[in-house]
């Protein structure tokens, strides 16, 4: 069987490669001129270094199978986490369950509630029962107001922006909590995060040279201009490489990995239902700063900033995590914000969201200067976040499209879990063997 795929993230590279894996020839067609998606790399310093922050928590079981599958699994690296929340003009650990206790912008009973409320949350083993809340509400009830306005609030407006983040389930939140919880194994304090030590871009390269050592290809710089359907059933790809001629492919499956706003425009024929499920996701988009210090901004790994008057709502100080020295000694700094993709900050150039970053720095560290910025570098990723109201799972399009041998697989249908690379390799993995069934089945 020929099967194309669109996209060379984690999902479209993971069902290549097992496609490939199951004497299938996967093709790989990309618009941008890397692999990796969100988690793609790109130069510091002569090292490798992801667009967008990224780790894995020790339960990401299936990406941590895949690095060891493929032969990188002696370079994942296990480090204690330092986690901390930015509020009123100081830092707060949150690393071990005490942290809480400390935690004074809350006074002791609240501080209690809101162990008590993550302690609940964190037993929950149905999830289905709390999508039907929004986390707002459920939170401001429960957790109670000083909570809400300290902590949780912040966190939901800093992943969903002041448009969206009361529309979040509550089930979004269980989800989370159920990660940090999962990756603390019995008897754990410290969280544990870990890292390929080589970067995100090493486990994507080696899958890309599996895939055509299988018989297939990635292609680069090569944009699916239209998916053609003949009698409701695929037959092939129209596809349009930079600076060359484009050209049709015929195929027996496509497995697109594109953003469901993007998805009608390949296929403009799909039913009003399925159509629908698309056009009712919201995505928000990602803005990032990443500036090379000649020195440590703070002690802290991920910062979550609960100050509104900061136009950006975490810190990732990515050399906290992984040592410095794999960075010339400089230290890696991530400024992250989650937005619409028509905020002005969105559409601020590199040097106009430096302007209006640099002054808040000194926020979280007083002795920061301009002078310890050695360079900086800017990315935007339009489709970062899907949107998770009340009743989600109802609003999830199937990855079997209502076209024979087309079928969608990106981070809309991952849920309840977060999107994120663990999950993009399990929905990958998982409709290559959906495509596969379907394909044995029908012969």
């Known amino acids: 069987m020929k099967i194309a795929i669109i996209g060379a993230g984690a999902a ?15 093709i790989v067609y990309e618009q941008a001129p890397f692999i990796g998606g969100q988690a793609s790399t790109f130069d510091v310093g002569g090292e490798r270094l992801e667009r967008g922050y990224h780790h894995w928590f020790t339960n990401d079981t299936d990406i941590i199978n895949l690095v060891k599958e493929i032969g990188l699994g002696h370079q994942i690296r296990w480090i204690d986490s330092t986690v901390g929340t930015f509020h009123d003009g100081k830092i707060y650990n949150f690393v071990t369950p005490l942290d809480l206790l400390k935690f004074t912008p809350l006074n002791l009973i609240n501080r209690i509630r809101l162990g008590l409320v993550t302690l609940y949350l964190q037993k929950r083993s149905n999830w289905r029962s709390l999508e039907g809340i929004t986390a707002s509400k459920w939170l401001r009830k429960y957790a109670g107001k000083q909570a809400y306005d300290n902590f949780w609030g912040p966190m939901l407006r800093g992943k969903f922006g002041n448009e969206y983040y009361n529309q979040v389930t509550l089930a979004w939140i269980w989800s989370k909590i159920q990660t940090r919880v999962a990756s603390r194994s019995k008897g754990m304090i410290k969280e544990k995060l870990g890292y390929p030590i080589g970067s995100f871009g090493e486990v ?15 292609h680069l710089k090569s944009a699916v201009s239209r998916i053609i359907v003949e009698n409701d059933d695929f037959v092939g790809l129209e596809v349009s490489p930079l600076e060359k001629e484009t050209f049709v492919e015929s195929f027996d499956a496509v497995v697109a990995t594109t953003p469901s706003y993007i998805f009608p425009n390949l296929v403009p024929t799909l039913p009003k239902s399925y159509l629908k499920k698309l056009n009712d996701v919201d995505y928000l988009a990602a803005v990032l700063i990443v500036l090379v210090l ?28 992984i040592s410095a020295d794999h960075y010339g000694g400089h230290s890696i700094v991530y400024l992250s914000n989650y937005l619409s993709s028509d905020s002005p900050l969105y559409n601020l150039s590199q040097e106009e969201l430096l302007r209006e970053y640099l002054p808040h720095l000194r926020k979280i560290n007083i002795d920061f200067n301009e002078s310890w910025i050695l360079t900086s570098y800017h990315h935007r990723v339009r489709a970062a976040q899907p949107v998770i109201p009340v009743n989600y799972s109802a609003k999830i399009p199937d990855h079997r499209t209502p076209f024979k041998g087309i079928y969608l697989a990106n981070t809309t249908q991952i849920y309840p879990e977060d999107r994120g690379t663990n999950y993009s390799v399990k929905m990958g993995k998982q409709v290559a063997e959906m495509v596969m069934r379907d394909y044995d089945s029908s012969n």
């Open 12 to 26: 479209g590279l993971t069902a290549a490669y097992e496609l490939g894996k199951h004497g299938h020839q996967a």
């Open 294 to 321: 000649d020195r440590p901004l703070s002690h802290v790994y991920w910062l979550n900033v609960a100050d509104d008057s900061i136009p950006f709502v975490a810190v990732i100080e990515h050399t906290n995590l």
């Open 204 to 218: 994507f390269d080696v899958l890309a040279r599996l895939i055509e050592e299988n018989n297939g290809a990635v």
